[in-house]
């Protein structure tokens, strides 16, 4: 959901690692994930920086729900469960440049605690909950993925979230109440 | 009413060729899961775009280096339930030199097939299964792994 904007600052021991390998990269070459030694002594990997890839694919589709729904009274609220800590790429400052860059029109709230996930037992990413407001008090009415095809929703035969809210908006049962995908695994403190 | 989501996100060189993974639809892991081996099974889901999953690694070469008896382990990428190219697999195998075998899982609906593995697991990775297939006992574990853990989850389950 988060690009990475880094310099690299190609210091003497990074061009050191880099002349090692066979060739040197050239524009549109996929580099290794390094890790290297921060100023606070902590080990940094490249790796920490990739956001869930699975999120990415459903970026569009999560703001098309809020588009469809919010003014059906089904407002969406996007949380943020990773720790900063754990993937330096969920940071709030990165939350904050992806919400305006994507311009999402729904609130995007960082659980620091992540309290809110572990009450709601989410465990990967996108994880989705659809809650029933019955005169003040929400109930769970859905928990899941948000259809079955992460490569391709327009390729997806099963749209979860949307069959379920359709069918909380017609006063009807919801068929399939749980559903699962496969998902990054929330980035937990250690 | 109201809807929520809930959204967000080491290298081994180790002489020798790397394996070539195959791609497989559900009955060729089945076959794995549910071989009848008698010996431990050890079956590892990752992808090349799960940093945990690719720290943990190293941990699966090694038992599988060291080639104990009765142990087997099988890597399952989940690349493909994301990238229809199985290219970028290939050349992480190639690039890491894993020794593993690796099987590329190519299904569609996963909510079909993940409780099949595991009814424990969320889909969330890594995850990783081992069985003794003699006495069918399991262990799941649905986070990545560190030094030591996956001797000590094999110990408990002999």
């Known amino acids: 959901m988060k690009r990475l904007f880094s310099i690299i600052a190609m210091s003497a021991l990074v061009v050191g690692l880099v002349s090692m390998s066979p060739m040197k990269y050239g524009v549109g070459d996929t580099v290794s994930l390094f890790t290297l030694k921060n100023v606070d002594g902590k080990m940094v990997s490249l790796a920490d920086y990739k956001t869930c890839p699975v999120s990415k694919a459903y970026n569009t589709r999560i703001m098309d729900l809020s588009k469809k729904y919010g003014s059906k009274g089904f407002p969406l609220v996007a949380i943020n469960a990773n720790s900063p800590e754990e993937s330096p790429g969920d940071s709030y400052e990165e939350m904050v440049s992806a919400a305006k860059r994507k311009k999402y029109d729904f609130p995007y709230l960082i659980d620091e605690t992540q309290d809110v996930a572990r009450s709601f037992g989410a465990t990967n990413t996108p994880h989705v909950f659809v809650l029933k407001n019955q005169s003040g008090s929400f109930k769970v009415a859905y928990i899941g993925a948000i259809d079955n095809n992460s490569r391709d929703g327009s390729a997806a035969d099963r749209k979860y979230v949307e069959t379920a809210v359709d069918a909380l908006l017609a006063n009807q049962e919801i068929a399939t109440t749980k559903t699962k995908a496969i998902g990054c695994g929330i980035k937990w403190k250690e | ?158």
Not at chain 2, 14 to 23: D, H, L, M, S, V
Not at chain 2, 34 to 41: A, M
Not at chain 2, 45 to 74: D, M, Q
């Open chain 2, 1 to 158: 009413m109201r809807l929520l989501v809930i959204s967000v996100a080491i290298i081994s060189f180790t002489p020798g060729f790397a394996q070539r993974a195959e791609i497989v639809k559900w009955k060729g892991l089945n076959n794995v899961i549910e071989s009848k081996s008698g010996g431990i099974t050890v079956v590892n889901f990752w992808a090349t775009w799960c940093a945990p999953c690719v720290k943990e690694l190293p941990l699966f070469e090694k038992l599988n280096a060291e080639g104990r008896e009765g142990v087997s382990i099988t890597l399952v990428s989940l690349d493909l339930d994301l990238d229809p190219n199985p290219e970028k697999v290939y050349k992480f195998v190639e690039r890491k030199k894993l020794q593993s075998k690796i099987l590329l899982l190519d299904e569609k609906d996963p909510n079909t097939w993940i409780d099949k593995v595991d009814p424990r697991w969320s889909g969330a990775l890594p995850a990783t299964l081992i069985i003794n297939q003699k006495t069918g006992q399991r262990k799941f574990v649905e986070k990545e792994l560190h030094e030591g853990e996956l001797e000590r989850l094999i110990a408990e389950l002999q």
